[in-house]
């Protein structure tokens, strides 16, 4: 049982280049989430997910774009990569029927833009 | 709007001292709260929850807390801090009237000293 996983884990962009964060999770968890961690800041919420085709923003969702075809895999978009989009990303799941929302996280993606 | 506080970004104790990390939110509903811990270079993992019931929560590692609606607090205590204690923690609130989306507070680092 694998969990949350992330790939890539580490990754160096340049300014204006784009990729795609990718999470899966084999935990058939229905809400998924997109979290980017900067010093000093905890986790800030950039999207989730309450199901395939749902999605909807967080607290910080300019420049980034996500999509929910499947249960199993939640892909974060960067268009036009930045400076300030340096940060730890963090995919979680969870599934709130159990009784509490706990999340599931992944061991992070370290983006660094140059 | 939900929010979180955690007050001190870092936290000293000796080896064997009570361990006291303070967590205050905001909620317009009855929240579910959490602390998760950090340890360097991972993913964050559950410590412990309330939802409802018993306000006095257990979690691992010896840690609990206590939910407190008239203070809006949740602060965490352990008796006897040890040295593994040494991590980032993390306090959040989900809301469970409103999309579960769960919002972190900005960490506390915990060291421990010999």
């Known amino acids: 049982n694998a969990g949350v996983t992330q790939t890539p884990k580490f990754r160096i962009l340049k300014i204006g280049q784009s990729m795609t964060l990718q999470c899966a999770q084999d935990?058939?968890?229905?809400?998924m989430y997109w979290y980017r961690q900067d010093p000093g800041m905890g986790l800030k919420l950039i999207y989730y997910?309450?199901?395939?085709?749902?999605?909807d923003k967080g607290e910080v969702p300019n420049g980034y774009n996500v999509s929910r075809s499947t249960t199993e895999d939640f892909p974060l978009r960067l268009e036009l990569a930045a400076p300030s989009q340096t940060s730890v990303y963090f995919c979680?799941?969870?599934?709130?029927?159990?009784?509490?929302?706990?999340?599931?996280f992944g061991a992070g993606s370290r983006l660094t833009v140059l | 709007a939900q929010s979180v506080t955690q007050l001190g970004s870092h936290v000293s104790v000796s080896e064997g001292a009570l361990v006291l990390l303070r967590c205050n939110y905001s909620?317009?509903?009855?929240?579910?709260l959490f602390w998760y811990v950090q340890y360097p270079n991972q993913g964050l993992q559950l410590l412990l929850k309330?939802?409802?019931?018993?306000?006095l929560v257990k979690g691992i590692n010896g840690f609990e807390a206590e939910f407190k609606k008239s203070e809006t607090s949740f602060h965490l205590t352990k008796p006897s801090a040890h040295m593994s204690d040494a991590a980032e923690y993390f306090c959040?609130?989900?809301?469970?009237?409103?999309?579960?989306?769960?919002?972190f507070g900005a960490g506390t680092r915990l060291f421990v000293k010999a």
């Open positions: 935990m058939n968890h229905n809400y």
């Open positions: 909620s317009s509903v009855p929240p579910y």
């Open positions: 959040a609130v989900s809301d469970p009237t409103g999309g579960f989306k769960t919002i």
């Open positions: 309330y939802t409802t019931g018993a306000t």
């Open positions: 979680a799941s969870s599934y709130p029927a159990s009784g509490a929302n706990v999340l599931t």
């Open positions: 997910s309450v199901g395939a085709g749902i999605t």
